[in-house]
């Protein structure tokens, strides 16, 4: 019974500090997607990032109130179209984010990469983000690519060559491990192709 009663007391008390969090965060959020500049991205910073202490993969309440989902597909279709400020802060609030809406920012880091790939990298190694992450912002697509494989294929090789001209040597080990992600990812591409090309 003593310790039922605590965990109930556990369980109260996690969702106060969760709700009690909730205002200012959605605020600061909500004020940063209204208005996504150079400026703004370094208050939305200051403010978001002590809110973001226990905040990790899985927190089903963190990733709903502090992120609210149609607060974040305004983030990923700026982060989408290049917004610098946008990619950084998705990267930022990334580990807040649960299943689908992780999948949905590494669409648009994807997209984000194929217009400022030097930017990608810095701001995403700045960031911590794991190799695994960086890789699957490399070789996912949007949605609507998902049953196209000669689309997904085109765009591949496109964001391949791209990154064949990336020139930063301080993170070339990393450059090259994701190149050899898209490689392996291309060959797949390519082998599902061949499965579904009709037979003479």
Excluded at 143 to 153: K, R
């Amino acid at each position: 019974m003593i310790k039922l009663f605590s965990i109930f007391i556990l369980i109260v008390f996690f969702s106060f500090s969760v709700n009690s969090k909730q205002p200012d965060a959605i605020e600061i959020y909500s004020g940063f997607i209204d208005s996504i500049n150079d400026e703004s991205f370094i208050e939305f910073r200051d403010n978001i990032i002590p809110l973001l202490e226990e905040c990790s993969w899985g927190n089903g309440p963190y990733s709903t109130i502090l992120f609210p989902v149609e607060l974040n597909s305004k983030l990923y279709r700026q982060v989408s179209m290049g917004s610098v400020a946008a990619f950084h802060a998705g990267l930022i609030i990334m580990k807040c984010l649960d299943g689908g809406e992780r999948g949905d920012f590494k669409r648009s880091g994807g997209l984000f990469f194929e217009k400022h790939p030097e930017i990608f990298f810095r701001l995403s190694i700045e960031e911590d983000v794991s190799l695994d992450e960086l890789t699957h912002m490399l070789i996912n697509f949007p949605l609507e690519l998902a049953d196209d494989i000669h689309a997904q294929i085109a765009a591949l090789q496109n964001r391949i060559m791209i990154l064949d001209d990336v020139d930063m040597d301080e993170y070339s080990m990393i450059i090259e491990a994701c190149r050899n992600s898209m490689i392996n990812k291309l060959e797949f591409l390519f082998r599902i192709q061949l499965e579904f090309l009709p037979e003479d």
